[in-house]
């Protein structure tokens, strides 16, 4: 990687966010490069975030992203990577998805503008019915951010590239609030003035629009470069718990892989018998190995590296009672409730298997264990999430508790954060514990038994 193109990068960024005007900007980018690679955009906005020095905070580089992602229009290099185009793997159904959110775009944009022409007064209420249906297809592109949130960015900051989640992340926030807004206006019709719904839908549409560019012309190529196939085939299976955009993978990706096993089975085969041993009569023990050298052969020994197998089923001592790591894990996953460990290095460490992850309150992946806290969250509400841990881990409180209705899930959800401390008292993390309660606030009697 050019450091020196990527400071010629930074600087003309920082001279964007210092006023210079977007023409200017654009006529330097364009004597320095005629093709940048989206690595080299993911390394100028983390280094241009991480400097102290050039006055550009996280909050600049996202209200500038649309002007960044038109800087670097039709100039970033595109990359080649096999079965992309594969209809399971990941990059093809996320760009189908963005084709369909598109089709819906221009459907809701048909709906509105007949819903203005006078001669269709009389069909107002089936554009209506029409409009909204179109609003809920539209709608599902919260799902397809969600993949892109929940299972590529922990791969990306994995790889050292955190700086785009974050912008990318909170613009995602921004376009859900304005969908919000406009189908609030959708859902008020007739009432409300059609010109009002029809502004709002343009102010997301624009958002929305820059979003798939940014997402297809950037992100993906960051993606494509550093990538493993390993990493796309995660991405494809933990995929349909989190859910697809108006379509769905049209078959299952399942790439060639070479076996090697054959191959190291032969290789690795060790002599064991005297017949090949050369006719050599000699017994060999556990812990020694027969040595071929030019001046003949040779017996060593060792003692060799046991190693020992985690016993599951055999219990093992806790503060009251005894239980085998089979049974805890049972107990766990039998808990009615959502369970989520982060250790007092703020990594997510472990959460239980209550319910699938599509029925989850607050969905949990494999995907995010091993990640910093703080980056499973989105940028909205980090200040919260960093200001709950501070007073737990400071002893301030021993749990902070909140409570909230969910129409979309049609459930009263309590969630509940415990400090986590040892018999000497050190800090050693939190433990989030997720239910709805929504069943024990409709008891209607003071007793009830079932048997």
């Given at each position: 990687m050019d450091t020196n193109r990527i400071d010629i990068l930074k600087n003309i960024l920082i001279d964007l966010h210092q006023g210079a005007s977007q023409e200017s900007v654009q006529e330097r980018f364009n004597q320095h490069f005629k093709g940048v690679s989206a690595l080299e955009i993911s390394l100028m906005e983390h280094e241009l975030m991480s400097d102290e020095h050039s006055g550009v905070t996280f909050e600049d580089v996202m209200e500038l992203c649309d002007v960044h992602a038109n800087l670097f229009k039709n100039a970033v290099e595109g990359v080649e990577v096999d079965d992309t185009e594969h209809p399971g793997h990941p990059v093809y159904v996320f760009k189908q998805e963005n084709l369909a959110l598109r089709g819906a775009l221009m459907r809701i944009r048909r709906i509105l503008d007949n819903y203005a022409?006078?001669?269709?007064?009389?069909?107002?209420k089936d554009i209506i019915k029409g409009l909204k249906h179109q609003m809920r297809l539209l709608g599902e592109f919260r799902c397809h951010y969600k993949r892109k949130e929940e299972l590529m960015f922990p791969i990306m900051e994995a790889y050292g590239h955190d700086s785009p989640p974050r912008v990318m992340w909170g613009v995602d926030d921004e376009i859900r609030e304005l969908f919000k807004q406009v189908q609030d206006l959708v859902d008020q019709l007739p009432s409300v003035d059609i010109a009002k719904v029809n502004e709002a839908f343009e102010a997301f549409a624009e958002e929305f629009e820059q979003m798939i560019f940014k997402e297809e012309s950037i992100l993906l190529m960051i993606l494509l470069e550093i990538f493993t196939q390993d990493d796309w085939l995660k991405i494809a299976r933990e995929s349909e718990a989190v859910g697809y955009?108006?379509?769905?993978?049209?078959?299952e990706w399942i790439p060639h892989r070479e076996s090697f096993e054959t191959a190291k089975a032969e290789t690795e085969a060790v002599p064991t018998s005297e017949t090949e041993l050369q006719g050599q009569s000699l017994s060999l023990e556990e812990g020694q190995q027969v040595i071929d050298t030019p001046e003949g052969q040779f017996t060593i020994t060792f003692t060799p590296k046991k190693k020992t197998a985690?016993?599951?089923?055999?219990?093992?001592?806790?503060?009251h009672g005894y239980l085998s790591?089979?049974?805890?894990?049972?107990?766990?996953?039998?808990?009615?409730?959502?369970?989520?460990f982060v250790n007092k290095d703020d990594i997510f460490q472990y959460y239980n298997n209550h319910v699938p992850a599509k029925d989850m309150i607050f969905k949990?992946?494999?995907?995010?264990?091993?990640?910093?806290?703080?980056?499973?969250?989105?940028?909205?509400v980090l200040d919260k999430v960093k200001k709950v841990f501070e007073v737990l881990r400071t002893g301030q409180?021993?749990?902070?508790?909140?409570w909230f209705p969910s129409e979309r899930l049609g459930k009263f959800v309590y969630v509940t954060y415990a400090a986590v401390r040892d018999d000497a008292g050190e800090f050693q993390g939190v433990l989030e514990y997720v239910q709805d309660i929504k069943p024990f606030r409709e008891l209607d009697s003071e007793i009830h038994r079932d048997v």
């Open positions: 022409n006078p001669e269709n007064a009389g069909f107002q955009a108006i379509v769905k993978p049209e078959e985690i016993d599951r089923t055999t219990p093992q001592p806790f503060t790591l089979e049974q805890a894990n049972l107990i766990f996953d039998h808990l009615p409730l959502e369970i989520t949990r992946l494999p995907s995010q264990i091993g990640r910093n806290v703080e980056l499973c969250h989105p940028p909205k409180k021993d749990k902070v508790e909140m």
